[in-house]
């Protein structure tokens, strides 16, 4: 059985500015996502990281806006579920959420 065939949920290709904090140490990374669902997303972070699979992070994801200006509140708390090769100075990972979000419909549009 293949990754796609386990989801439970719709991915839409989205291109959105978010940050990403490792929990322990608290250190920030930016990046965008790749793509989002109500159950996790697949992310791309400006520079490497050594977050492992199983790592607790949390996340915030501009949704309706394209900056990265986010509240403390709006952070998710997400776990990283795999890592893939990414291009050089980057990192990509996919995380899972601990609670489903709810993806806003503009987000969804085809062109966000």
Same mark, same amino acid.
């Given at each position: 059985m293949s990754p796609s065939d386990r989801r439970r949920d719709t991915r839409f290709a989205l291109c959105r500015p978010v940050k990403l904090q490792h929990h322990d140490g608290g250190r920030y990374y930016g990046g965008r996502?790749?793509?989002?669902?109500?159950? !996790? #997303?697949?992310?791309?972070?400006?520079?490497?990281?050594?977050?492992? *699979?199983?790592?607790?992070?949390?996340? !915030?994801? #501009?949704?309706?806006?394209?900056?990265?200006?986010?509240?403390?509140?709006?952070?998710?708390?997400?776990? *990283?579920?795999r890592r893939e090769p990414a291009p050089a100075r980057t990192c990509r990972l996919a995380v899972k959420f601990r609670q489903r979000q709810a993806v806003? #419909?503009? #987000?969804?549009?085809?062109g966000a």
């Open positions: 996502t790749h793509d989002c669902s109500a159950g !996790g #997303a697949l992310l791309e972070l400006d520079r490497p990281t050594a977050l492992a *699979v199983g790592q607790p992070v949390r996340l !915030g994801i #501009a949704w309706d806006q394209p900056q990265a200006l986010l509240q403390r509140d709006a952070m998710i708390d997400a776990v *990283v579920v806003p #419909a503009a #987000a969804t549009r085809a």
